[in-house]
Every structure is written in structure tokens, then in C-alpha cells.
């Protein structure tokens, strides 16, 4: 399952000026939130979660929301997609890969997922 998204790293930055990391908190964990040194980080962790949400075939709400999906890095800092027990278990999830970019102003993320 294949799932893509893309947005205005503005978007984020605005949302973050208006309401600090607070607005980061919507749809990050603390753990991620460590993780976020620019609005252009922020921006791609979250079209990684619209796009491994798409893969689903569900979008963001009840069945798979924003702190179900989480984001690690690896020592080289390239992202590690995993999710909650919940989502691994109701979508029989077996692998998840991820690769992100920024440029131009955007973000894009692409998530593919292999089911047992």
C-alpha cells in the first residue's frame, strides 16, 4: 500500500508562530518534537503521517490518528516509521518504509507499507 502528501512548509511555520509548540503537539509526540530543529522537519513529519494514513486507506481520524503514527531516526538521521499496537494489529501491518524531501517551499512524503 502506497500513500503520498504534500505540503507548504509556510502552513506549518504560521501554524507555529501562532501557537508555539503547542500547535507541533496536534500531531507530534514529545519524542518527535525533539526531533524538530526547523519548520522544514515539522512540515515533512507531517506528510509523513498524511501519507502512511492514505496508505491505510483511512486519512487521519478514529482509525489511525496523528499520535498512532510515529516517527523515529535512525544514527544517521534518516526516518523510521512504526505505529501504535492498535494500527499494527486492526491493518495486519508487517513493514513500513518512508522517504521524505523538502524543496521549493513543500514538503512531500511518501510511505509505503507491506501487510502480512
Known sequence: MIGVDVISIERIKKMHDK????????FLSDEEILLVKKCETAAGFWAV????????GTGIGKSCSFH??????????APVLSFSQKVQDS????????SIAHDMGFAIAIVHLEKY
Open 68 to 77: 498512532d503514527i510515529i516517527i523515529k531516526k535512525t544514527k544517521k538521521n
Open 19 to 26: 501557537f508555539g509548540e503547542k500547535a507541533y503537539k496536534k
Open 49 to 56: 503521517k498524511e501519507a502512511a494514513s492514505k496508505a491505510l
Open 91 to 98: 491493518f495486519n501491518l508487517k513493514d513500513a518504509h518512508v
